[in-house]
Every structure is written in C-alpha cells, then in structure tokens.
C-alpha cells in the first residue's frame, strides 16, 4: 500500500534500524522490489531519479511507480528524487508521489534556502515528504564530495522545513571510488539536528560500515542495485542463440538476491 515517508523513517527510527531506497529504473526492477518486500513483510522506498530522466522519463515510469506501490500488500514510498526543477516535482506529485528529495547541494547557501522553502511549501501543499541534502555527495558527472558543515547545516533547518536530510559525510555516488565515512561527523550531525539521516551512495559500503551508520542516525539507506550486469554478460557470450525473455530473467534473478541482501543488512537483524 503507498504510504508517506515519514511513518515509514519514524517506525525504523522505533525499531533502531534502516529502511532501503531503491531506484527502479525499469518495470523488471520495480515488480523485482516489490516482490521482494514483500515476501519479507517489510516497507521499502521506491525511487524515481532524475538524475536517469534521460534514459527513464518520469512521465513514463513515474504513473507505473505509483499504480504498483498501491497495490503491493506492503507499506511503499514513491519518492522523487535529486529533484532541482519545481515543474519536475509538480509533475511527481501530480501523479500520486508522496515524497520528494529536493538537491541544492551545488546552490550557495542563500539561493538552497529560497529553493529549499519553495520545495517544501509545494510538497507540503501536496501532503507530501520532504529529504533535502546539505553538502555535495560527490560521484554524479565526476562531481566532488564537500563535505558537510555542521553551523551551517543547523542554520538551514531552522529556516527550511526538512523530514529527513541527507549529509555528506564521506560517501559517494561513485562505485569506482572508495567511501570513508566520518563516522563522528554523522553522529554529531544526528544529534545536532535530530532529523532520521540518509545515506547517498551507499551500494559501494560494507555491511559493518552501514550497520555502523544506522547505529549512529541513519535511517534511509539509498541503494542502487548493479546486480545482473555480470550474469547477463556471461549468459550472451556462452550462450549463441540467446534471448531477451532469458536474459530479463537471469537479471531479475540476480537483482532480486542483492536486494534480499541489502534489506538483510539494514534490518539490523
């Protein structure tokens, strides 16, 4: 059943563990997700990336997203997200998403106040969520990490209305580069701001590195699944008369036990 973010992060913040954001970038991975939660019984946050429009446009998988969230018999955040562009996100929430997570990491800090405000008023008119990021995770287009500030964090949330924030703490987008969380720095940031935190970029890190993470306020984990590139790749070259229906399956297969995997670890179980 779709649900809102802030149940979903407030029930893991009970339960002191983590909650997994998927990017579903096609329908193949999105019934994968779902068919997962579901036979754990757990909520999962279901995300649209802007950061893909050009390859998946919203306007195509976004009304997908948001149909099958309904009707999976689990708890599911669709959720917008590095959203920049206030049309964009009137388009998601238009069509039933129920959280947005809006990126003016890149902007100075008044401009992402103004922006940030501006967000938060539309998805709040809209009933819906809102995860902002403060410092830049790096790994997108080659950009580069900066590292969050702590003073100047605490003076955006008292200006801009946030549910949950997403520091950069030494993750990456990247799966080439190494993260080295600043496992201090996230507590600090936890404490300071008593928001649930998220975790960008956190396919690349260790199991102990993001159970360590969840213990210190992490609470929305955004894992991005890369499953299934190997297992296709091996399947055409030793297979002469391949097909796509084959192909489709053996990668669904994979995605499926890496997301098993990834909300195993998070469940702090």
């Known amino acids: 059943m779709i649900q809102k973010l802030n149940p979903i992060l407030k029930e893991a913040t009970r339960k002191n563990r983590g909650v997994c954001a998927f990017t579903a970038t096609n329908f193949e991975i999105l019934t994968a997700i779902i068919e997962v939660a579901e036979k754990r019984g757990e909520p999962v946050i279901i995300k649209h990336s802007a950061t893909f429009e050009e390859d998946v446009p919203l306007k195509n998988m976004g009304p997908v997203i948001v ?36 990126d003016g990491a890149g902007l100075p800090f008044e401009e992402n106040v103004k922006k940030g405000k501006e967000i938060v008023s539309l998805a709040k008119s809209a009933d819906a969520n809102i995860e902002a990021s403060f410092g830049l995770v790096g790994g997108h287009n080659g950009e580069k990490s900066v590292i969050t500030n702590v003073d100047e964090l605490v003076k955006y949330i008292k200006e801009v209305d946030i549910d949950a924030l997403a520091p950069s703490v030494g993750n990456t987008h990247s799966m080439t580069e190494h993260s080295e969380l600043d496992f201090n720095l996230l507590k600090e940031i936890s404490e300071k701001t008593n928001l649930p935190l998220v975790l960008h970029g956190a396919s690349n890190l260790s199991k102990s590195d993001l159970r360590k993470a969840i213990e210190c306020g992490v609470r929305k984990i955004n894992y991005f699944s890369r499953a299934g590139i190997n297992e296709v790749r091996e399947y055409i070259t030793s297979t002469p008369d391949y097909s796509f229906a084959a192909m489709t399956k053996i990668m669904v297969n994979a995605i499926k036990k890496d997301i098993d995997e990834a909300m195993d670890i998070v469940s702090m179980k």
């Open 67 to 102: 149909e099958l969230s309904k009707k999976a018999r689990v708890d599911i955040c669709p959720m917008l997200d590095h959203c920049k562009d206030t049309d964009y996100i009137k388009q998601g929430l238009k069509m039933g998403f129920t959280a947005v997570m809006y």
